[in-house]
């Protein structure tokens, strides 16, 4: 069992920055890749970005947020972040983290029907 809390939501102007923290719980959290998904109203859970279980070897990242968000994790502190630059009004959503568990160190998946726990949610409102 793995409990996700996020942190770091609030409001910001367009252009501005925000780095969203999941702290996850358990001993057992270098065995989970890790991804960030976001849901604004009226519009399905889409996907954002994601980590490997072994940090820094692979990233994936949404078309809309790549150049922008970077996403990386420490599993000596089992977290994961996501630093959200230049941020757009389109960004605004409830962002969501989640731990899918692999055998593949180096293996991400972009379908949130593959991640098993999930955050939350913290609100990023981005106003123009």
């Known amino acids: 069992q793995v409990q996700l809390v996020e942190s770091g939501g609030g409001l910001v102007q367009a252009g501005g920055s925000l780095r969203l923290s999941c702290a996850a719980s358990g001993r057992t959290f270098s065995r989970y890749a890790m991804g960030w998904f976001r849901q604004a109203p009226g519009k399905e859970r889409e996907f954002v970005s994601a980590i490997s279980r072994s940090a820094g070897v692979t990233t994936y990242y949404a078309s809309s947020v790549k150049g922008r968000f970077t996403i990386s994790r420490d599993n000596a502190k089992n977290t994961v972040y996501l630093q959200m630059n230049s941020l757009k009004p389109e960004d605004t959503a409830v962002y969501y983290c989640?731990?899918?568990?692999?055998?593949?160190?180096?293996?991400?998946?972009?379908?949130?029907?593959?991640?098993?726990?999930w955050g939350q949610g913290t609100q990023v409102t981005v106003s123009s």
């Open positions: 989640a731990a899918d568990f692999q055998v593949y160190s180096d293996y991400v998946r972009p379908s949130s029907y593959d991640y098993e726990y």
